[in-house]
């Protein structure tokens, strides 16, 4: 079982920063490929980012590439998002997910585990 507990989020202008995180439990979490989800009102849930167990490959969707950055610190048994240039239509609440099977993927049916999600409000 692994438990993800996201944090960061929160209200900030265009143009600002933020840097989610998400804390995990469990033995095995430096095995898993782990990803970012945002799931804005009334929209289904989209993929942001991936990154491999090692960290030594990353994946993003086109909207967020070269605004986002995914990184994890397997000591920690974390993985973080940072997100600059925000906009308004970054707008969302934000889930990180592992991944126990495969590698890591855009789709969120290959996910096992998702946290309860981080919301982030970007104003214009």
């Known amino acids: 079982q692994v438990q993800l507990v996201e944090s960061g989020g929160g209200l900030v202008q265009a143009g600002g920063s933020l840097r989610l995180s998400c804390a995990a439990s469990?033995?095995?979490?430096?095995?898993?490929?782990m990803g970012w989800f945002r799931q804005a009102p009334g929209k289904e849930r989209e993929f942001v980012a991936a990154?491999?167990?090692?960290?030594?490959?990353?994946d993003y969707a086109d909207s967020v590439k070269g605004r986002f950055t995914i990184s994890r610190e397997n000591a920690k048994k974390t993985v973080y998002l940072r997100m600059n240039s925000l906009k308004p239509e970054d707008t969302a609440v934000y889930y990180c997910?592992?991944?126990?099977?495969?590698?890591?993927?855009?789709?969120?049916?290959?996910?096992?585990?998702w946290g309860q999600g981080t919301p982030v409000t970007v104003s214009s």
């Open positions: 990154i491999s167990w090692s960290g030594r490959s990353t």
């Open positions: 469990g033995r095995t979490f430096s095995s898993y490929p």
């Open positions: 997910a592992a991944q126990v099977f495969g590698a890591a993927a855009t789709s969120p049916a290959s996910y096992d585990y």
